[in-house]
């Protein structure tokens, strides 16, 4: 699957210009609120006429401007998942589950009704009515509903931004499944940096209606760029369980050049996991610590020392291809003269990780 989007609109006081391509897997569409983020999915939709577009489907046009090509939102044949879950109250879960069935391509009915249930763990609620559900169930019935109508793309605007994070929590682990075990593409919206972080194959950086960056998921929200809050700044690593110590409870990551000590979250052996960590918790050591209580210390190369306006600095660590994210304040910068090429130890605590 490729969708190639590029696309200008201008809204009240708004001026969209902005274009991407994505391929299989999640594409997060990722920014602060105003953005264009939602602007731009509403355009793939067909929700939103653009003043000037051109998006395309594996190469199928669907929206043309030039060529005055706009296809109609219902045969463009995407699903699409809100951040309220919209279901009808008057009808029971199954009855919301069978409506987006409808809406399936009669030659060919995709997943069938047991295996969205079973994929969202949603058999024992099938007899209720809406009004007797979580938030969380609510979005899975809707996700699910999407999923029915037999989708060539799902698009999902921020669906668990009405959700607190106990329900956030519940429906997370669906949304990888989803990711992980469905074959449809999904364009995702967020302004989380822990729901890309954890779903996203490739990210989208927007601001101000423009893109800001393109690329996988630990290269992007590695980038000064991607964090909408300092205070979220960091690294995105990919690694693989190595080991897992049951007594301590710990598991032990590895990555392209080093290792990491996580808390273990009932880690299996050998699976790929991804682990942010936070540039505020990585303190540097120009020679290699002693009597520590933390049990990450990596040797590093200086890539960057980049000064910010608030009297701190941002490192950049080479630890042997996996780039590690510090900020400390100018003043230790300055005692430990700091510089690109210095060799340097990363010193992480554990408890700060969460893969």
């Keep these: 699957m490729t969708l190639v989007v590029n696309a200008k609109h201008r809204f009240a006081g708004f001026f ?23 602007s731009m999915i509403r355009m793939i939709a067909g929700l939103t006429r653009p003043d000037e577009a051109r998006i395309s489907l594996d190469g199928e046009v669907l929206t043309d401007t030039a060529k005055r090509i706009f296809v109609a939102r219902h045969r463009r044949r995407f699903g699409y998942v809100f ?140 980038l000064p760029v991607a964090s909408l809050d300092r205070r979220e700044a960091g690294a995105l690593l990919q690694g693989r369980i190595e080991a897992v110590d049951i007594g301590h409870r710990l598991a032990t990551i590895s990555l392209a050049g080093t290792r990491l000590y996580v808390p273990d979250a009932g880690l299996v052996l050998g699976k790929p996991v991804r682990i942010r960590v936070p540039s505020r918790d990585v303190m540097l050591a120009t020679k290699r610590p002693e009597g520590l209580s933390a049990l990450n210390v990596i040797e590093g190369v200086i890539e960057q020392v980049n000064r910010t306006d608030d009297a701190t600095v941002d490192v950049t660590v080479n630890c042997g291809g996996d780039r590690i994210q510090s900020r400390i304040t100018s003043l230790s910068a300055e005692r430990m003269a700091l510089q690109s090429g210095m060799p340097i130890f990363a010193i992480i605590k554990t408890v700060a990780l969460e893969p």
């Design 83 to 222: 951040q309220e879950a919209r279901l009808f109250p008057h009808l029971s879960v199954r009855q919301n589950l069978a409506y987006g069935r409808w809406f399936a391509p009669k030659g060919g009915r995709g997943e069938s009704l047991e295996r969205i249930v079973d994929l969202l763990d949603i058999e024992g609620l099938l007899g209720r009515g809406p009004q007797h559900l979580s938030g969380g169930e609510k979005q899975r019935v809707a996700i699910g509903r999407a999923l029915l109508s037999s989708p060539r793309l799902l698009l999902m605007d921020e669906p668990l931004a009405a959700l607190d994070e106990a329900r956030k929590a519940e429906v997370m682990p669906f949304l990888e499944r989803l990711r992980d075990e469905m074959d449809i593409p999904i364009v995702y919206v967020s302004h989380s940096v822990s729901e890309v972080a954890r779903l996203a194959d490739q990210v989208v950086v927007m601001q101000d209606g423009r893109v800001q960056a393109v690329g996988s998921a630990t290269e992007v929200l590695s």
């Design 16 to 38: 969209l210009d902005a274009g991407f391509t994505s391929e299989r897997g999640i594409t997060a569409l990722f920014g602060r609120s105003g953005s264009g983020k939602t």
